[in-house]
């Protein structure tokens, strides 16, 4: 089962300053989340990331868990503990888990509320790609092949379903009846055209005609 967590302006702790830490960071730039890296030294990927504005960090050597848990203000919604340590990540997550945090171990899986899926990004579009943790370097190769599968026209197929979405809103009440005039405009041979031929505003403009002729009829 694959969950997309919403942490936008949540908190997210992560504990490691190497490149591990930083693949991991990427997963949450698009987000407005609030994250905070601690760590001795951090790698100068990471403090690219931070003079850009979009992380801080925290120099600090951990040694009494507990109390480094307890500190944090405000308790962070999630905590990634991804240092060399296994021992201190361990303690960690276990620490983090019992004030009520969503916890990632880099080192013990077993200990993990949640793992991270290859994630293809292709426009507005995310699709993941999970092995269970048994192969993430095939996981990154199936990854790959997705970006190359997923289409201009099928993300401009995308933008114009949102925009007809809204506009059904005020003329379509029914979910159910809003759907399937969706489908019908999805699989209409001159808007997929378009849509081949990239040109949106011809798409929107024979999709705008559709809705014009269904509302007459009703």
Known sequence: MFVD???DGKAIVIVGGGSECYRKIQNFLDSTAKITVVSREFSEGIKTVAAQGKISLKQAHIVDVKKFIEQLNPTPYMLLAITDDSELNSQLV???????????????????NFVFSAVARIGDVRIAVSTGGRSPAMA???RKRIEEFVTLEDLLGIELQ?????????SIFDQRVRSEFLN????????????R?????VAKELALKLVQNKEVKN
């Open 5 to 7: 967590f919403k942490v």
């Open 94 to 112: 276990m620490a983090a888990e019992a004030v009520g945090c969503i916890v990632y171990c880099v080192t013990d899986p077993s200990l993990c």
């Open 140 to 142: 990154m190769e199936l």
């Open 162 to 170: 949102a925009y007809l979405r809204e506009v059904l809103k005020s």
């Open 184 to 195: 019908e405009i999805l699989n209409n041979v001159d808007i997929k055209q378009a849509l």
């Open 197 to 201: 031929e990239s040109n949106i505003c």
